[in-house]
């Protein structure tokens, strides 16, 4: 996701400081900036040379590499644990005027922003994948963000083509509120032995015209994540429509992730 929301940013102009403490992850990222570029120039898209890409983007594996940023996006994974210890670093390391967006698909951002000293400059933006071929992002306002940090959210966005929607501060928002209830819904059916996978899909491309049916678009999210913004929801609601399905949690287990690692609901070469 990290590299997606990069590719879109350099494509429209910006300088991006990309920061992940594996040193693997940000050789595969870079991999995947570089490659998306070229691509995009193939296929007659504007987009960056390479030399221009690579003087864009700068890689780091610690966060006082973002101690001249204007706005951060974080992408980490739907972990409280791990996010928790990020945000007051960043508070301390960044610019205080910094805006910072978190990028959930389903943790409070009021929450977040407690953990800082600029609750006022801390939002969501729940940006979809595939990044760039997405034209929509859902901007959370948090209990104490101000309208400066939400305007400055949106102008970012309408800079790389990109509509913002404000949304209330809710766990999973509006979009994963309804769409993880419906994915995870979708794994009961294959789980009591209703319909396959596919089937599955099917009735939902055919009958409802959505370009992809729901454990199809699960494997896209990565079924890691479809189980921790479930378990968020469960959390956080206490209501037992939100609980995980046991195949969910079986396949997460098994190392079964989707499209991530070549192995979902479907296989992937």
């Not at 983007?57 to 966060?63: K, N, W």
Request: aromatic share 8%; glycine share 8%; hydrophobic share 45%.
């Amino acid at each position: 996701m990290g590299a997606g929301v990069t590719q879109d940013l350099v494509a429209h102009g910006h300088d991006v400081v990309l920061v992940d403490r594996s040193d693997g992850v940000l050789a595969a990222a870079k991999e995947e900036i570089d490659r998306y570029a070229l691509m995009a120039r193939l296929l007659g898209r504007d987009a960056p040379e390479s030399d221009a890409v690579s003087g864009a983007v700068s890689y780091g594996s610690a966060l006082e590499c973002l101690q001249d940023v204007e706005f951060v996006i974080e992408n980490i994974t739907e972990d409280w644990d791990l996010k928790k210890e990020i945000y007051p670093v960043l508070d301390r390391v960044c610019p205080a005027e910094a805006v910072f967006a978190a990028n959930t698909s389903a943790i409070p951002i009021t929450r977040l922003a407690a953990l800082t000293a600029r609750a006022d400059r801390v939002l969501g933006m729940h940006f979809m994948n595939p990044v760039p071929l997405k034209k929509t992002v859902e901007v959370i306002r948090g209990w104490h963000t101000g309208d400066a940090a939400v305007e400055r959210a949106l102008q970012l966005l309408a800079a790389t083509g990109k509509e913002g929607i404000v949304v209330k501060d809710s766990p999973g928002f509006v979009s994963n509120r309804v769409l993880m209830l419906t994915v995870n819904e979708a794994i009961y059916l294959v789980h009591d032995g209703v319909a396959s996978a596919r089937d599955v899909d099917q009735i939902f491309r055919s009958c409802f015209g959505h370009p992809m049916g729901p454990l199809e678009t699960a494997d896209l999210i990565g079924l890691d994540t479809i189980l921790l913004s479930v378990e968020v929801l469960y959390r956080e609601f206490g209501d037992s429509k939100y609980r995980p399905c046991p195949l969910l949690k079986q396949m997460v287990d098994a190392g079964l992730f989707g499209r991530k690692n070549g192995h979902g609901f479907y296989q992937y070469s």
